[in-house]
């Protein structure tokens, strides 16, 4: 790949690719002041993080780094050894939170994260070694177990929690911690021949796409060289060949994603990075190739991620079932940073696209309206009569998990999205998803102004320009838009585009105001007929949001008899009162008549298997990602229409 000309570094997000990166687009900075995002992220802010501190250490997470430090008394709490990573990872978002809040809510919030940092230096080995549970439970036994023992993925979630805290307010106390576990690792871990003792990698991949960051933050090319070596070694059998821990086939190599899926979507950012960073063609080429595969064969309509609860796998192609979805909120969360880094590599819109729909669907419904409770996975139907014990796989929303990486996952996502949504190059501002608020590089400034995802109208005004020359504007079309029209002084464009982006490009002058409108009609989605689990269904979409049913919204019976009508057309309608004022789809429908069978539910095939009338019910479908905010009950996304 061509090195292009040294870039002026990026903003201070999670991915500030270097001045000399082979990169087609870098972040741009952008601020969220209003609107869907802003009110999430306030939530997010306001509720959730604070609470972080007393659940961690209700769940034993704060405890288990005093009795590591020797500043306590007891035994070890949790039910897995990588419980380190929940409070890596809300330190993480704290840091991203510290960035941007200022008063009421930041000040508490740095006292906190200061408490919590000297929690995790003190617990830190003279060495530079951290793991509670293997400097507790194990009596220091380290890297025997590195399939199960996510060492190296807790270490990756401390990097980042360090080089956020770090990029956020200019303080080393946690930088240094991460770094002097990071050079640890690299005196351990190498080929063979190279001196050092182990040559290894993790079950869990993290570590990869931290030490890129690393690299980036500090300049130490080492990290970058260790990354690439762990990304390497995957998939020559260092754990037995195990397609779950990405050991099955290297990455080069692989023609589809497999295994758990969080792992693979972890190892894939990495890979991304490291393409980036190295200029390396193939890794950029197997990126490209394994992104297509997973979203045409392996992506639920939600972007959700993973089939099986087994193993938490992504299964085989086409294998996308309804209730047995896992579709972990986690992997949602990795899909988002894996596809912008493929999209700042590529600078194509598609992956934008698979990050807009995630981020409204698959990601935001693992959270609860109140910021409070959580979805570990996310079904994309719950049947009538569905019970549920509680737990980390539970269809009802928990305070809590043993397996608790959602939420604080969740938290950091929401802290730092305002680094996920627009970029820059040579040629000027490429905005990729639609907020209220200011979006800027280091020579342009825009303002946008919008009710998105409820409108579809957009206005930018242009605020800072250079006098120098043309710059350009660069509007991503979603993929999902069949019509759209964008007002430029007294020109206009209209479908279609042929790669996603509408370009702009003129000399701008403060108030130019450009008008982006997107039809937001209502529409009906098919899936391929491959996929056995829904066909014969179909599921209601409005622009981004994928939409459900809820049995709350439908009494007088359940959902599993539910069928739509789709000759007649869908309406909309806005509800200000519901579930904080959402924009809902009104349908046709029918309750089936369903002959008696007796005792035995199968019967000859006759072509009536339910009989063609039944009683009509207007069907009211919800934008998915507020699906159990309210009363326990039956859900359904793709409905059947005979």
């Known amino acids: 790949m061509p090195r292009t000309r040294s870039a002026p570094p990026s903003p201070l997000g999670p991915v500030r690719p270097t001045p000399d990166a082979r990169t087609a687009l870098r972040p741009a900075a952008v601020t969220v002041d209003a609107g869907f995002w802003h009110d999430r992220r306030a939530t997010n802010a306001r509720v959730s993080l604070p609470q972080g501190p007393d659940l961690l250490e209700s769940a034993g997470n704060l405890h288990n780094l005093r009795l590591a430090a020797g500043t306590a008394e007891g035994t070890f709490q949790g039910a897995y050894p990588f419980v380190d990573t929940d409070v890596y990872k809300w330190l993480e978002a704290a840091s991203w939170q510290l960035g941007a809040a200022v008063g009421e809510v930041g000040e508490p919030l740095a006292a906190e994260v200061d408490r919590i940092i000297a929690l995790v230096a003190a617990a830190q080995q003279p060495d530079g070694y951290l793991n509670t549970w293997f400097q507790l439970v194990k009596g220091g036994e380290r890297y025997q177990d590195l399939r199960w023992g996510h060492e190296l993925y807790c270490a990756g979630h401390l990097i980042q929690a360090a080089v956020a805290h770090h990029r956020s307010t200019g303080r080393t106390e946690l930088l240094d911690v991460a770094r002097k576990f990071a050079d640890h690792i690299d005196s351990v871990f190498g080929l063979p021949g190279s001196g050092r003792p182990v040559d290894g990698i993790d079950g869990h991949p993290e570590v990869e796409t931290a030490l890129v960051e690393l690299y980036r933050e500090t300049g130490e090319r080492r990290y970058l060289d260790l990354a690439g070596y762990f990304v390497d070694r995957h998939g020559h059998g260092l754990l037995d060949g195990d397609a779950y821990s990405q050991d099955r086939v290297p990455l080069r190599a692989a023609t589809n994603v497999e295994g758990h899926a969080v792992r693979q979507l972890y190892l894939l950012a990495g890979a991304a990075d490291l393409a980036v960073e190295n200029g390396d063609a193939e890794l950029r080429s197997a990126g490209e190739r394994l992104w297509h595969a997973m979203t045409n064969t392996k992506t639920h309509l939600t972007g959700g991620l993973g089939a099986h609860h087994d193993r938490e796998d992504f299964g085989d192609p086409y294998e996308l079932p309804n209730e047995r979805a896992y579709c972990e909120t986690c992997a949602a969360i990795a899909s988002v940073q894996w596809s912008w880094r493929m999209a700042l590599l590529t600078g194509e819109a598609r992956y934008s696209d698979l990050i807009e729909r995630t981020l409204y669907n698959g990601f935001l419904a693992g959270v609860s309206l109140d910021g409070e409770r959580w979805l570990y996975v996310n079904p994309l139907q719950v049947r009538d009569g569905h019970t549920d014990t509680g737990g980390d796989q ?198 089936r008549r369903i002959p008696d069978r007796g005792w035995w539910p199968y019967a000859p095939a006759t072509g009536a298997e339910s009989e063609p009338d039944g009683e009509p019910v207007e069907l009211t479908a919800i934008p998915y990602h507020v699906w159990a905010n309210r009363e326990d009950g039956s859900m359904r996304v793709w409905l059947p229409t005979s």
């Open 394 to 591: 539970s269809a009802r929303r928990t305070r809590w998990f043993r397996c608790a990486c959602c939420p604080p996952n969740v938290m950091r996502l929401l802290a730092s999205l305002q680094h996920y949504l627009a970029s820059s190059d040579e040629q000027g501002l490429q905005i990729h998803q639609f907020v209220t608020g200011t979006y800027a590089t280091d020579r342009v400034r825009v303002r946008a102004e919008t009710d998105y995802p409820w409108h579809g109208t957009i206005a930018f005004t242009v605020e800072e320009t250079p006098s120098d020359g043309p710059w350009t504007l660069s509007l991503r079309i979603p993929e999902w838009c069949r019509e759209f029209r964008v007002r430029c002084g007294e020109e206009t464009y209209e479908s279609p585009v042929d790669d996603g982006w509408l370009r702009l490009s003129r000399t701008w002058t403060p108030g130019d105001l450009v008008v982006l409108e997107l039809a937001l009609e209502p529409r009906l989605t098919a899936a391929d007929p491959r996929v056995d689990a829904v066909r014969g269904c179909v599921a209601i979409e409005r622009g981004p949001l994928v939409h459900c049913l809820e049995q709350v919204d439908h009494p007088g019976g359940g959902l599993d008899d539910i069928v739509l009508d789709p000759s007649r057309p869908l309406a909309v309608k806005h509800r200000p009162d519901l579930l904080g004022g959402v924009t809902t789809v009104v349908a046709a429908g029918r309750r």
